[in-house]
């Protein structure tokens, strides 16, 4: 019988815990963590996410604060931007909301984020922090994904898990993490040879490709975990990265979409705002 791995229920339980934290050091400390979300142009998902964002904030008392711009907004209007919060007390987590417009370069708005302040997990820092082994602020639906399968107990130790998909928001850290957990790892991608044989090898498919159900239930071996990151809309509705419906019964545990990775990535955002507070407060 298929499992459901239901990230609103967990993503729950951990913004639960961070409420509390932020309530007890608020009342013994007077001080909170403050998030800054830098919004560019008028993409309409981008701000369903930001507003997602602003509520998870409001309901864990942290304080958020949304610098929106214009789509005419330069490469240096937004570094700018990325300074200021740098410099304010205030704020202990930035986050610059993607994608941003095309003549923006969004490496230099990345370089240009202080590493402590980065709950994105995206500076080179960061990022060379995971390959390391070293402690640091990672990115959010990675470590949402590792939260989720340890939650339902997912042994990851010597388990054979497959990535689909290279991105380095996604598929690069969660790679990363997992190895980390002593996972053998897989790496592959939409041009990847004999996808299907690599899903049916794997004890954990993680797909974070970005095309519609592009997994087949077929492929998957049975008894597999299966976490599907993609979020695509579609005329029928939202749709995952994997054949949802055929993909049931084969697998032993599966995320739904909407309701599974996506809620994680809020909670992480949240948990990595709070230990990005908890580390600059101890520089105090």
């Known amino acids: 019988m298929t499992q459901i791995l239901d990230g609103k229920l967990v993503g729950l339980s951990i913004r639960q815990g961070i409420k509390e934290k932020v309530a007890d050091y608020q009342l013994h400390h007077g001080r ?34 949304t610098i929106q711009l ?89 388990c054979r898990a497959l990535v689909v998909g290279r991105s ?44 519609p159900e592009m997994i087949r239930g077929d492929w998957i071996r049975p008894g597999a975990a299966v976490i599907d990151v993609g979020i695509n809309r579609m005329p029928s509705g939202i749709v995952g990265d994997v054949a949802f419906r055929e993909a049931w019964g084969r697998a032993d545990w599966i995320t739904p979409v909407p309701g599974g990775v996506g809620p994680m990535t809020i909670a992480m955002l949240l948990d990595n705002t709070w230990e990005a507070f908890v580390r600059q407060e101890d520089k105090i």
């Open 32 to 65: 909170r963590p403050g998030l800054a979300v830098i919004l560019v142009g008028d993409d309409p998902a981008s701000h369903i996410y930001v507003r997602n964002k602003q509520r998870a904030c409001e309901k864990a008392g942290i304080f958020s604060r």
């Open 70 to 158: 214009t789509s005419a907004a330069d490469t240096p209007t937004v570094v700018q931007e990325v300074h200021q919060a740098n410099q304010d007390p205030a704020i202990h987590g930035i986050l610059v909301q993607m994608p941003l417009p095309p003549h923006v370069n969004v490496r230099q708005v990345l370089a240009a984020i202080d590493p402590a302040k980065d709950v994105d997990g995206l500076t080179t820092e960061n990022l060379g922090r995971l390959s390391q082994g070293e402690p640091g602020l990672f990115a959010c639906t990675p470590r949402g994904v590792i939260a989720l399968l340890d939650y339902y107990n997912i042994p990851l130790v010597g």
């Open 168 to 211: 380095v928001l996604v598929g690069k850290p969660l790679g990363l993490l997992l190895l980390g957990r002593d996972a053998t790892v897989t790496m592959a991608h939409s041009r990847s040879r004999n996808l299907p044989e690599l899903v049916h090898e794997a004890d954990l498919v993680v797909a974070a490709v970005g095309r």
